[in-house]
Each structure stands twice: as structure tokens, then as C-alpha cells.
């Protein structure tokens, strides 16, 4: 069965540091991978998604990027963090094509201080 | 664009109570519709989902049926327990086209269950 690995769990940065969380899935081949910010209170928002190695689609201009390395792993970075960075990020795979259900993470708290 | 409504919340129940927490969605075409649950500290997990009109997921104790006529989604479940007091969320994915990889998900519904 598939499974997806997400870390560090929790993570508590100061303003203007780098960040890197990493994601890998297992079980599966040539998965679609998404990052997801959910700000308390609110609903997720969808950051990056990659439909294969190098591949990366963005849908929110910010200073988060994301990398992908290997076929089943997945990289959310930035330079410098911003205190508006504070979220619970998660990260999801799915089939490869489009309109496939998505399969989540446990998600990283992240808090900048 | 496409868009979810999902009821505001919290909703309060007791155990063993008859839950409905409605959806209804706005979108072109057929999109996928699905029911996500997240426990308190943790990620969402698939709860069930509907691909087409008329089909009914189910997962759970948990049904929702896929309404084309009336765009809707509604989440039910017989009885309650403790345990499923979670924050739902409503969502839904076109099936094809560009917007095909982005989940559009309603603001979530917390639900509360006392024993």
C-alpha cells in the first residue's frame, strides 16, 4: 500500500531563516505531489504541484519555492521566512492524470517567530 | 470559478445523534466530489468520495450522495460517537482540463460529539 512521509512534525524558525520540509511517498510510481498551506481558522491553499522530476507548477506568488528531486520526493524551501510563513503546511500525492483524490500527509507545524 | 459551501460550524452533537452537514458546490462539467476528515493535530484523510451523478460513497458509517441537480454533497451519518469529533471538509476536482490537480475545498465544518 502507499504511504506518505512528511517531517519534521513540528518546526519553529525565526524570522528571516532558511526553511526546507521534505516529503516522500512510497508504494507508488510517478505520483502527482501537491503542497498545501492551512492558516488557523482557514481553509488550505494550494502552493506548489508536480506532475514529475523537475516539474513544478505554482499557484500562489510567494517567497516559498519547491523542488523535486526524485520521482517520490518532494521539497518545500525558502531563503528567508516571513512571520505571515506561520501555518500547518501538508503535502499530498495522487495518481498521475488530473482529477485524481489526494492523499495527505500529517503536516508539519510550522511557527516563526 | 469553481467554488465550495460547506455549513459554518461548529456543530454540537450528542453520541449516538443523527448528523447532516451539508455541501454544495459551483463548478462546470462533472467534477470529482470528495468528504476529507482532519483529527485535532493531524493531516486530512479521505473520508469517501463520488465521481459521477447519483453514486453514493460511503466509508465509515459515513454517506454522501453526488446531486447534479441540486450541486450537492451532503454528509451524513446515522449515529455518532465520540470519536468522530474531527473538522470535515468538503471538496471537490474538476476531472479533466487544467484545473484538474488543484483541490477546491469549502472552509470546513468542526464537529463536536459529547458522550
Known amino acids: 500500500s502507499q504511504t506518505i512521509h512528511q517531517w519534521p512534525a513540528t518546526l519553529v524558525q525565526p524570522v528571516g531563516s532558511p526553511l526546507s520540509l521534505e516529503c516522500t511517498v512510497e508504494?507508488?510510481?510517478?505520483?502527482?505531489l501537491y503542497w498545501y498551506r492551512q492558516a488557523a481558522g482557514r481553509g488550505l491553499q494550494l502552493l506548489f504541484y508536480s506532475v514529475g522530476i523537475g516539474q513544478i507548477s505554482s499557484e500562489v506568488p510567494q517567497n516559498l519555492s519547491a523542488s523535486r528531486p526524485q520521482d517520490r520526493q518532494f521539497i518545500l524551501s525558502s531563503k528567508k521566512l516571513l512571520l505571515s510563513d506561520s501555518g500547518f503546511y501538508l503535502c499530498?500525492?495522487?495518481?498521475?492524470?488530473?482529477?485524481?483524490?489526494?492523499?495527505f500527509g500529517d503536516g508539519t507545524r510550522l511557527s516563526i517567530l | 470559478g469553481d467554488s465550495v459551501t460547506q455549513m459554518e460550524g461548529p456543530v454540537t452533537l450528542s453520541e449516538e445523534a443523527f448528523l447532516t452537514i451539508n455541501c454544495t458546490y459551483t463548478?462546470?462539467?462533472?467534477?470529482?466530489l470528495f468528504w476529507y476528515v482532519q483529527y485535532p493535530g493531524e493531516g486530512l484523510q479521505l473520508l469517501l468520495k463520488?465521481?459521477?451523478?447519483?453514486d453514493k460513497g460511503s466509508n465509515k458509517g459515513f454517506e454522501a450522495t453526488y446531486r447534479k441537480e441540486t450541486t450537492s454533497f451532503h454528509l451524513e451519518k446515522g449515529s455518532v460517537q465520540v470519536s468522530d469529533s474531527a473538522v470535515y471538509f468538503c471538496?471537490?476536482?474538476?476531472?479533466?482540463?487544467?484545473?484538474?490537480?488543484?483541490?477546491?475545498f469549502g472552509k470546513g465544518t468542526k464537529l463536536s460529539v459529547i458522550p
Open positions: 499530498a500525492w495522487s495518481g498521475s492524470g488530473g482529477g485524481q483524490p489526494q492523499h
Open positions: 463548478a462546470t462539467g462533472y467534477p470529482s
Open positions: 471538496a471537490l476536482i474538476p476531472s479533466s482540463g487544467a484545473g484538474s490537480y488543484q483541490l477546491t
Open positions: 463520488a465521481t459521477k451523478a447519483d
Open positions: 508504494g507508488t510510481s510517478n505520483p502527482n
